[in-house]
């Protein structure tokens, strides 16, 4: 059994990045397109997908209108996620609300639990 790690992707603001490491420096939590090793600014879906099935992380998103269909798509094609998770757009969680459901996800399960299924959070 090994924990959760997360990938944001670039729409997902710093402020839930800086949320979630105070909240809990041992979850691992990337950000698209800004930090050294992640997908640039830009990268498409598909790629992020695919960026993060080898490098084993649960995309977190705004994007349930197109995420869903490539997260599909990827699937179709024999690939596989650790997860997708889908906060709302907008400002009506905070960052630290985000963090709080992230970290949630984190302590209370396993990576493996979340192979290929995508959630919409909070519930």
């Known amino acids: 059994m090994t924990s959760v790690a997360f ?3 670039e729409n997902i603001p710093s402020s839930v990045l800086d949320a979630v490491r105070r909240s809990e420096p041992l979850l691992t939590v990337l950000h698209s397109g800004h930090e050294p090793g992640t997908p640039e ?7 992020i997908l695919t960026f993060a099935e080898e490098h084993h992380l649960a995309v977190v998103t705004f994007d349930k209108r197109t995420m869903s269909i490539h997260e599909a798509a990827h699937r179709a094609a024999g690939h596989h996620t650790w997860g997708v998770f889908i906060f709302p757009n907008g400002n009506s969680l905070s960052p630290g609300r ?4 992230l970290r949630m996800v984190w302590g209370a399960s396993d990576a493996e639990e979340w192979i290929d299924r995508i959630e919409n959070l909070p519930y």
């Open 41 to 47: 600014s830009g990268t498409l879906d598909p790629d």
């Open 98 to 101: 985000i963090a709080f459901e």
């Open 7 to 9: 990938l944001l992707d």
